[in-house]
C-alpha cells in the first residue's frame, strides 16, 4: 500500500475518534459546570484546557469561549471542526480506497457542522456529532474489508481511544474540589450500562476506573485499546523474532499496558491525573513510531497542531 494512502487512513481513523472523543469530553464538562453552581468558573475551564493540550488565554475564561476553541473554531487543532474537516480531507486524499458511502458520511458531517453553538443547541450538536462518527464506524464495521487498508483505519482509531480515553478519565480531577461523577463519566464513555452488568450495582470510584481502565471486554477501555492496537500492528507488520519485539511501536504498546496490568488500581486512581498523562505520551511515542515506520516523509505530528 502506498505510504500516502496508508498514512490518511491511519489519520481518518484517528479524527473521527477525536472528534467523538472531544464531543464526550465537552459534554461531560459543561454538565458539571451547570451541576455545581460553586466550582470556580475559570479554573475548571483552565484545567480542561490543560486537560485537552491547548493554551488558556490570558483573561478569565468560562463556558463560552471553551464551546468557541473547542467546537467550533475550525483552525484551532483541538476543536471538533477542526477534526471533523480533517477527516474528510483525509478522505478525499484516499478517495481510490475508501468507499463511496463513507465519504458521503464525512463529507455530509463536514459541511453540516454548525459555526455557532448557543445555550439550547450545546449539547444536541455534541450528541449528533457521536450519532455521525456512530454511523461512520457503521459503514466501515458493515462495508469494509478486514485487508491492510483497515487495519490501518482501525489502528489509528484505537491510538486515539487510547488518548481520548486518558484524557476524559483525567476530567475527573478537573478542580481540586471536586470533578464529573464516575457516573457522568461511565455514562459519558457509553460504559454506564455495562458496567451495571458487570459489578451489578451502582457505580464506586474504584470499580468504575477499573472497568474504564483495565476492562479486557469493554471496547472503550484503555486496555481493550491498547491489545487491539496491539493486534492490528501485527496484522499489518508481522513480526518473525524469537525473542521480544523489535518493533517500537509494539514495545511502547506493550510497556504501558503491563505497568496498568500490573499495578493495583488503588495506586492508579491515588495518582490518576499523571498516570492519564503517562498514557498520552505513550500513545504519542507510538504514533510517532507508526510515522517512522510506514510514513516517514511527513512533518513530525504532535497532539497540538499536527497535520495528518
Known sequence: MLSRIAESLFWIG???????????????????LLED?????DVACRSLLAVMGAPAPDRATNREDIVGMLATEVEHPSSLAFSIRAARENARRAREIVSSELWEVLNTTSRRMPRRL???????????????????????????????????????????????TARLLATRSLTSDSGPSWT???????????YLRTYQGAPRPLAAAEF???????????????AEAES????????????????????????I????????IAEIVDD??????????VAREASEAIRQRFFPTQAEPSWIGEIG
Not at 184 to 194: F, Q, V
Open 257 to 264: 499496558r503491563n505497568e496498568l496490568e500490573y499495578t493495583q
Open 14 to 32: 484517528r479524527y473521527l475518534e477525536r472528534a467523538d472523543g472531544t464531543a464526550r469530553i465537552l459534554d461531560v464538562h459543561l454538565q458539571l
Open 118 to 164: 448557543h445555550g439550547a443547541n450545546t449539547h444536541q450538536t455534541f450528541t449528533w456529532v457521536r450519532e455521525r462518527c456512530a454511523l461512520a464506524y457503521g459503514v466501515l464495521e458493515s462495508t469494509a474489508a478486514r485487508d491492510e487498508a483497515w487495519q490501518f483505519l482501525a489502528l489509528g482509531r484505537a491510538i486515539e481511544r487510547t488518548d481520548m
Open 272 to 281: 490518576l491525573p499523571a498516570r492519564m498523562e503517562h498514557v498520552q505520551a
Open 232 to 255: 492490528c500492528m501485527r496484522a499489518i507488520d508481522p513480526g518473525t523474532e524469537r525473542t521480544g519485539y523489535t518493533s517500537a511501536i509494539l514495545r511502547a504498546l506493550g510497556r
Open 212 to 226: 474504564l481502565l483495565l476492562d479486557r471486554l469493554f471496547p472503550r477501555s484503555i486496555i481493550y485499546s491498547i
Open 184 to 194: 457522568t463519566i461511565l455514562r459519558s464513555c457509553g460504559a454506564y450500562e455495562p
Open 37 to 41: 453552581p460553586w466550582i470556580d468558573e
